[in-house]
């Protein structure tokens, strides 16, 4: 997928399991599993939300794979 994320790891970090991360942005745990495989994109609105939860900028949490920047 061309989004990457650090999701897993900056969850791991702040002690959250996907269903507290779910409930803490307005997502499903099946959501944010999804995320973290990259096998779903979030909507911006979602990105910034999970980004505000772990106090990051949106590109320290998302960013584009290698064969996608340019």
Known sequence: M???NRLKELRAAKGL????LGTLVGASRQTISLI?????NPSITLALRIA?????PVDEVFY????EQV
């Open 52 to 56: 505000k939860v772990f106090g990051k």
């Open 2 to 4: 061309p989004l990457g």
């Open 64 to 67: 584009l794979t290698e064969e």
């Open 17 to 20: 399991n996907q269903q507290e």
């Open 36 to 40: 973290e495989r990259g096998d779903y």
